[in-house]
């Protein structure tokens, strides 16, 4: 009897060895991958997030590093560099910085319609007519500036006839304390909401509905020359944040129940309300957009 438990013991013993060294190997053989943030984790990055939470990445033989920049600027630096395998930026955004050199080029779309809007004060602007002789606050130049001409333009309107002012990043709090009448580069999904929570009247003006093309919000970005080396290790990238995106719409409660147990300092109405507010937004597939050279 001692010699039957014995050996049932031994056999026990090789089979956790085998075990944990079938998952030592495994994981040895996940490839590491990085991946910067526009800015900090959000519900915009849903799909990532489901994508790491359900061992998407994993089975896709990925390891993936998610990191969040300390400016919104350096994600297609850092890719440029070769310091991240993947980016996300705005799709604007890129053909400015390919128009600049970097060798950047679109790999996938992770929202494919417009986020940003201008958002004024709801007490003293109903129409885009009524910004004549106002303020407005902005935080980067470039592309915001350039939507809005293409919108005061529909109205009649240009830029001589309103003032910018650069607010640093504190668009929100601009507004709210009335240092200026209006902003650029607020997210209909979550600052306008943030607004709304706090009682604040906002009127908002979305730039597909004057005169702005459609755009893809948020972007893959990735160096053109890894890419090309390495198009096999994106695709399956990609192919796991289809994954996500594919559970988190079917599954989006219980999606923002993990997310929020997992990011404690997120887990608020704010942000719970943008998650949803996001969902239709999110592109349907992930690869849609084929990769372009910036050269050409």
């Excluded at 079938?22 to 590491?32: D, G, N, T, Y």
């Excluded at 390891?63 to 890719?79: E, F, G, L, T």
């Excluded at 400015?96 to 992770?110: A, C, F, M, S």
């Excluded at 404690?264 to 109405?269: G, S, Y």
Aim: proline letters at 6%; glycine letters at 4%.
């Amino acid at each position: 009897m001692n010699k039957i438990l014995f050996s049932i013991k031994i056999l026990i013993l090789l089979t956790s060895c085998l075990f944990l060294s079938h998952v030592s190997f495994a994981s040895e053989k996940l490839q590491p991958f990085t991946l910067i943030l526009d800015w900090f984790a959000n519900p915009d990055h849903a799909p990532i997030f489901v994508a790491d939470q359900q061992g998407f990445f994993t089975k896709e033989g990925l390891s993936v590093k998610i990191i969040a920049p300390a400016n919104p600027s350096d994600p297609q630096k850092m890719v440029a560099a070769n310091q991240a395998d993947v980016g996300i930026t705005y799709e604007p955004q890129l053909l400015l910085d390919q128009k600049q050199g970097l060798p950047l080029v679109q790999i996938g779309t992770l929202v494919d319609s417009p986020l940003g809007c201008l958002v004024a004060s709801g007490n003293n602007i109903q129409s885009l007519k009524d910004l004549k002789n106002k303020t407005i606050g902005y935080s980067v130049s470039g592309v915001d500036i350039l939507h809005l001409n293409t919108m005061l333009h529909s109205v009649g309107l240009s830029e001589k006839d309103v003032t910018l002012i650069n607010v640093n990043y504190d668009l929100t709090q601009a507004l709210m304390t009335h240092k200026v009448d209006a902003v650029l580069g607020l997210m209909r999904n979550f600052e306008v909401i943030q607004m709304q929570l706090a009682g604040f009247p906002v009127k908002v003006f979305y730039p597909e509905n004057y005169g702005v093309k459609k755009y893809a919000e948020l972007i893959f970005v990735a160096n053109i020359n890894h890419y090309n080396q390495n198009k096999v290790l994106y695709n399956k990238f990609l192919q796991a944040v289809q994954m996500g995106n594919h559970y988190l719409q079917q599954h989006p409660e219980q999606s923002w129940e993990r997310f929020s147990k997992n990011h404690p300092e997120l887990n608020n109405e704010l942000n719970k309300r943008s998650w949803f507010a996001t969902l239709p937004y999110f592109a349907k597939n992930t690869a849609a957009i084929p990769p372009k050279n910036p050269n050409t």
